[in-house]
Each structure stands twice: as C-alpha cells, then as structure tokens.
C-alpha cells in the first residue's frame, strides 16, 4: 500500500495536464481549422450596404437546440420587422411599457437577412435590451451539425436610424460585454458542451454601425457548441 502512494498525485497531474493544456490547446486548434469559421466577413451590412455591427459569437447546434437553449436562458424570440411591430416599439418606448418581443432592425450576412434574433428585456421599456442576431453558416461544423454566426450588441436608446431615418436601436459601443453576456446565460443553462474564444478573429477592431453608433472590440470571437459536456 505504502508503494502506491504517488498514483494519487500523478493523477492529479495528468489530470491538470489534460485540463489546462491538452484541451485548451485541442479546441484552439479546432477553431483555427473550422471550416465553418473560414472566410465569414467580420461585419454585417444593413440593406443599403452599409457596414453593420460586428459578428461576435457562434453557436454548434440545430436550430431547434438553438432555440431551446435561448429559451431556457430567459431570452425571447424578437418579432419580425414591420411598420405595426416599429409603431409599437416607439409607443412602448416613450410610454415606458414592457415590449420582450420587440422588432430588431435587419442586417446582412451571406447576402441575406439574419434568420433569427433572441432579446432579454434589461429595463421596463423597450429601450434598453440584450440582442443577438443569428445566421446559418454556408457550411457546417466539423461533425455535422449546423454553425449560427451571431452579432450581439446592447441596445441602449431608441433613435432614427442614420441610413434610413427609420426609428432603431442604438447600441452601446463596447460590444465585447455583450458577446461575453450572451455566451454566459448560454452557460448558466448547463447544456453547452465547450466555449471556445477564437482570438484574433477581427482584423477591424472598431468602427460604426448603420445607425452611426460606435464600437469597438478585442478581436475575438467566442464559438459555443451545444451537447452534453464531452459528446462534441
């Protein structure tokens, strides 16, 4: 018994190795060579092609796990675009009422509209609220599933837009908080299988959006996988 007193430490050793080494440097190597990753334009357009907000997140999953998982955070689906859904947004505004499924504005990504977008309320209106837009990625991720490129930013005031003069968002400029926000009540639901930061990702690191709003970044993008912990 006495000569098996070091299996202990030895693995808590491996243990620390596979952990803190092994792995990180695995799921550094597995987004670099993603293939889904490769060539996605760091920033949306609006429909005028204008430069939009920047892309920030993504997510390994169908699209039924997507919106389970952002259902079981708290955030809601946002309402298409429409002149009733924009008059109700402005009226919700100004009145100070409650709107948790209020229109978001359409970027571009791909050459098309974004094909879902999740908000959390974060006050009693409508003017203020966490968003993330979300398109399908031309190619899938290594193992199949599909991969959701997203653009999170916080709103923090209801304006005209400056392209369009269209009543929109404005959003605070460090968007960084906002991508960490998102993957963190990703997190909180138990039901992510790896977060994996995707350092350098943005070339651009700064710049304004359609509305005019400024932001800023550290340059990477963080890649969500949903699954049980170890199934990816």
Do not use: C
């Amino acid at each position: 018994m006495r000569h098996i007193w070091w299996i202990f430490p030895a693995l808590l050793a491996a243990w620390a190795l596979t952990a803190y080494l092994v792995m990180p440097l695995w799921w550094e190597r597995y987004a670099k060579t993603h293939p889904g990753l490769d060539g996605i334009p760091g920033i949306t357009e609006t429909t005028a092609g204008i430069p939009g907000d920047p892309v920030n997140v993504a997510i390994v999953g169908t699209e039924e796990q997507v919106r389970a998982i952002f259902a079981a955070a708290g955030w809601r689906v946002a309402a298409p675009l429409s002149l009733s859904n924009d008059a109700r947004l402005a009226a919700d505004a100004v009145l100070d009422r409650p709107d948790p499924n209020a229109p978001v504005s359409t970027l571009l990504l791909f050459g098309r509209k974004q094909d879902t977008a999740f908000e959390q309320a974060a006050a009693a209106s409508p003017r203020e609220r966490h968003h993330v837009r979300f398109w399908r990625a031309l190619e899938n991720d290594a193992s199949g599933a599909p991969l959701w490129i997203g653009a999170a930013s916080y709103d923090r005031s209801v304006g005209l837009s400056r392209d369009t003069a269209q009543i929109t968002h404005h959003i605070a400029p460090d968007v960084d908080t906002e991508r960490d926000h998102v993957i963190a009540a990703l997190k909180a639901t138990g039901q992510l299988s790896a977060v994996i930061p995707v350092v350098g990702f943005h070339a651009q690191r700064s710049g304004l959006n359609g509305g005019g709003d400024p932001w800023r970044t550290d340059g990477t993008l963080i890649l969500a996988v949903i699954g049980q912990p170890g199934a990816h």
